[in-house]
């Protein structure tokens, strides 16, 4: 998810965009036209809208399951209500703010707020995981950063489709490399934190606690939470 959110806020840096070019297409009448029409507006918004939807579809993830049509639901209804509203108060139209060089400021803003909520999903490793581990993804995280900036220059409506597919799997090997090298999950908090042997892991119980200390045995309890 972190990594999700930092490709994000590097789309909002302008280390790359992915421009959707639409073409000719036929107006229809009828239920069918309107769906087509709604259909076209949700593809030319993506690489405005992606950026933004990108954290709240990554929290899915951690979602139970039968929340999930609902966060796509209400998406849905987010699309569609600026629609609803200018047709039924068509006056809204002059409060709708003009373009103009604020966009790229409120995108860089955005793009650290993105920052922000990828360092909260990294802390969640943190009571699981060695500092290792977190240094690791941190590492991953800016090699990442690194990659779809030079990707950004490789990529684009001016070059050829052979050049953007052979850019574009090039970008993924190196990302799977570089992940294969410095994410190692298998580090967790006994590996880089606590040093000796210990006897046997049990389930938190105080009965069992207060007998071993009795036994005058050492005892380590291991409390920690994730959010």
């Known amino acids: ?3 999700l959110l930092v490709t994000f806020a590097m789309s909002l840096f302008g280390a790359f965009t992915i421009n959707l070019v639409s073409g000719r297409t036929e107006k229809k009448s009828g239920l069918g036209g309107e769906f087509l029409s709604g259909l076209f507006a949700v593809f030319v918004a993506a690489p405005c809208t992606a950026p933004f939807l990108g954290g709240a579809l990554s929290a899915t993830l951690t979602l139970p399951v039968y929340l999930i049509p609902l966060i796509f639901f209400f998406i849905g209804i987010g699309f569609a ?3 609803f509203l200018l047709t039924v108060i068509p006056g809204l139209i002059q409060i709708i703010p003009k373009p103009g060089a604020w ?10 707020v993105l920052l922000g909520a990828s360092l909260y ?3 969640l ?3 699981s995981f060695s500092p290792g581990v977190i240094l690791g993804v941190l590492i991953f995280l800016l090699v990442l ?5 030079i990707w950004g220059h490789w990529f684009g409506p001016t070059r ?13 090997v190196l990302i799977t490399f570089s992940g294969w090298f410095t994410l190692d999950f298998d580090q967790g908090p006994a ?3 606590i040093s000796g042997n210990i006897s046997s892991q049990e389930d938190f119980d105080p009965t069992l606690i207060n007998a071993l200390l009795e036994e005058h045995e050492a005892v380590l309890v291991d409390v920690w939470a994730t959010w």
């Open 160 to 172: 050829t489709l052979k050049e953007n597919f052979l850019s574009t799997a090039i970008l993924l």
């Open 1 to 3: 998810i972190a990594a």
């Open 145 to 149: 950063s690194f990659l779809l900036w």
């Open 191 to 193: 590996n880089g934190l």
């Open 81 to 83: 209500l600026p629609y």
């Open 103 to 112: 966009m790229e400021k409120f995108e860089r803003i955005m793009g650290f």
């Open 121 to 123: 999903y990294i802390s």
């Open 125 to 127: 490793l943190m009571p």
